[in-house]
């Protein structure tokens, strides 16, 4: 038998096979981080439509406000101006916190000249026809109201969507994982 064979009862030396022996193996180095001009990229910017300063005759500007929410998240909502004034309308958002959950309300006739609720940007979304709107009940026959029904098809569609629920545990909250329980449940 040739000396490089050897039988299965004679273990191999280390440098005889390096595939046996991960410290041997010699491994490429791992890539480089990314730079730090890739790392802090921010998300693509999306254009506003392009949307007419005038619509069909009755029709309803939608339009969409962001509130700057730092250190959160932005706040958004829908406004669909009134025919008198473009900082007259009803505004459709949802209110509430991460501890009890959100609704949506319907701030009627809201006046942003008067409120001083003042968004970050405004973005024209589409001109809605007016057969999707009841202008009256909408604006509450020019007096603010906050509202939580909907009064016209356009309010009914948006009020379809379910606002955020509870998202964030208080601590009487009795949420337990398996097997792990607060130690007041455990002492007597």
């Given at each position: ?24 193996v010699k491994l ?23 949307v007419a300063v ?12 962001i509130y700057n ?120």
């Amino acid at each position: 038998m040739p000396q490089k064979y050897k039988t299965a009862l004679q273990p191999l030396e280390p440098s005889q096979c390096p595939s046996l022996h991960p410290r041997q193996v010699k491994l490429p180095p791992p890539p480089p981080p990314p730079a730090a001009q890739e790392a802090h990229k921010s998300l693509p910017v999306t254009k506003a439509p392009f949307v007419a300063v005038t619509g069909p005759a009755g029709a309803f500007m939608v339009e969409l406000l962001i509130y700057n929410g730092a250190p959160f998240k932005d706040h958004w909502a829908y406004w669909v101006r009134s025919h008198v004034h473009p900082d007259i309308g009803v505004l459709i958002h949802a209110a509430g916190d991460v501890k009890n959950g959100f609704n949506l309300e319907f701030k009627r006739s809201h006046d942003f000249r008067s409120t001083g609720n003042r968004r970050t940007k405004r973005v024209p979304l589409q001109w809605v026809g007016k057969e999707y709107f009841n202008e009256k009940l909408m604006l509450n026959d020019g007096k603010y109201k906050l509202d939580h029904v909907p009064v016209c098809f356009f309010e009914a569609s948006a009020y379809k969507v379910k606002a955020p629920g509870k998202t964030l545990n208080a601590v009487d909250d009795k949420v337990y994982a398996l097997g792990r329980y607060p130690f007041f449940l455990l002492s007597e």
